[in-house]
């Protein structure tokens, strides 16, 4: 389910993520994850996230963003 998270992330995200899909959204279809490097600029990353926004297959010109922190 989370494949482009690791280890600790993985674990952590995962009720976030099935209470998301429990309240019907669909992996792949309106539900999209993705991470971040810390260690990177923030301008580095906003243009990753930029261009994973830009090749996400949505018909939806609406895009829902939730940065949940788990410390």
């Not at 301008?43 to 930029?50: G, L, S, T």
């Amino acid at each position: 389910m989370i494949s482009v998270l690791g280890g600790y992330a993985e674990e952590d995200y995962r009720p976030f993520l099935e209470r998301l899909e429990a309240n019907g959204y669909q992996t792949g279809a309106d539900l999209f994850v993705v991470d971040y490097d810390w260690r990177q600029s923030i301008f580095e990353n906003a243009a990753e996230f930029e261009e994973f926004i830009d090749q996400t297959n949505t018909k939806s010109t609406r895009v829902r963003i939730s940065c949940p922190a788990f410390c």
